[in-house]
């Protein structure tokens, strides 16, 4: 199946600063990426879709100004969690959306652990 | 009502016994259904993935599509320690946004 990474793999950083997470697909095009987050023992909630070349879309709630995404090119989508508080804290997972094959679905990336102090 | 209904679970069972999920959705617009497994602490894998009602096998996992009743199961075979996990049912329609259920936790005991 199709590989996608995500790096890093957990980050702790203090409150009010930025964190950056990013998302690679390793061995195909994706022209449309999406994160999700998701809490302790709960499925995951779609944030937003993010389109290469062009403005991410975000899920109803989601603080497009907090959480900026940027697909700047066919294998690689980056969230940025700013001015991170504790309330942020999560596990933060994207997918890559790869249509080149017969199972057109989202393959995701392993999760990044976010921890806000 | 959601629109993917899961089972929570856990669902315990011994090692070697058939392990049974299910997901029921209200959408009659969904036309194509996955499940994937989740390690804690990892991202979800694809595990199965179908789009036409009836049967699908592959290894010791079978998927199973019913759109008439809006129903979909995923049956695992020979169960494993490793099979330990939690598996999500998700559902797209033509776009490529996937619903998902809650996912169900699988606890198989050796």
């Known amino acids: 199946g199709a590989v996608v990474s995500q790096h890093p793999s957990w980050v702790i950083c203090k409150s009010g600063t930025s964190v950056k997470i990013e998302c690679r697909s390793l061995?195909?095009?994706?022209?449309?990426m999406f994160w999700y987050r998701q809490f302790p023992k709960q499925s995951l909630m779609l944030m937003a879709t993010s389109n290469e070349g062009s403005k991410a879309t975000y899920e109803q709630g989601v603080e497009k100004d907090k959480f900026l995404i940027n697909h700047a090119s066919l294998t690689l989508s980056t969230l940025t969690v700013t001015s991170a508080h504790p309330e942020d804290s999560s596990f933060y997972i994207c997918?890559?959306?790869?249509?080149?094959?017969?199972?057109?679905?989202?393959?995701f990336g392993p999760g990044t652990r976010l921890t806000v102090l | 009502q959601k629109e993917v209904e899961q089972d929570p679970g856990p669902l315990s069972v011994p090692e070697g016994a058939i392990v049974s999920l299910n997901c029921t959705y209200s959408n009659s617009a969904f036309q194509y259904f996955m499940w994937y497994r989740q390690y804690s602490r990892k991202g979800p894998e694809l595990l199965m993935y179908t789009y036409s009602s009836g049967n699908k096998e592959d290894g010791r996992f079978t998927a199973q599509v019913d759109k008439s009743s809006k129903y979909i199961s995923l049956f695992i075979r020979d169960s494993q320690p490793s099979d330990s996990a939690t598996y999500l049912c998700a559902m797209r329609a033509a776009g490529n946004k996937l619903t998902f259920g809650g996912g169900t936790r699988v606890l198989v005991k050796p």
């Open positions: 061995d195909f095009q994706a022209t449309t």
């Open positions: 997918s890559a959306w790869d249509s080149s094959t017969r199972t057109d679905t989202q393959y």
